[in-house]
């Protein structure tokens, strides 16, 4: 009698845990950018791609309703920096400091020392 007793004390705890949440869902889109972050300071990956796919992670994030993480935009202006596209850059850094406004004073480094790029 203990043994089905426990078994089924088991198949309930084993019901109940399936049905527990998984968790917190993250509040940011992080798609992609963890690995354009790692191949950007690897120096292994092409700036053009990294654009490219940030920007589609902000289009994917966009698609299901999410804000993108912290210092995408930022990593986005200094891709677009480093290729010369510096008006872009420019945007990304001001995007960043816009929903991130503790950014305020790195996005303000970043323009200042980046003023001098040629397009």
């Known amino acids: 009698m203990k043994g089905l007793q426990l078994s089924a004390a088991l198949i309930a705890a084993g019901v109940l845990a399936g049905c527990a949440p998984k968790g917190p869902e993250p509040i940011y889109y992080w798609g992609d950018y963890q ?22 992670d902000i289009e994917k994030a966009k698609s299901v309703n999410k804000p993108v993480a912290p210092g995408l935009h930022a990593q986005l202006g ?12 420019f945007g990304q850094f001001a995007t960043e400091k816009q929903l991130f406004p503790e950014s305020a004073p790195y996005m303000d480094f ?6 001098g790029v040629a397009q």
């Open 110 to 115: 970043l323009m200042k020392k980046k003023q």
């Open 35 to 56: 690995q354009q972050i790692y191949s950007y300071y690897k120096k292994d990956s092409d700036p053009q791609k990294q654009i490219e796919a940030l920007n589609l």
């Open 78 to 89: 200094l891709l677009y920096a480093k290729t010369g596209a510096t008006d872009k850059a």
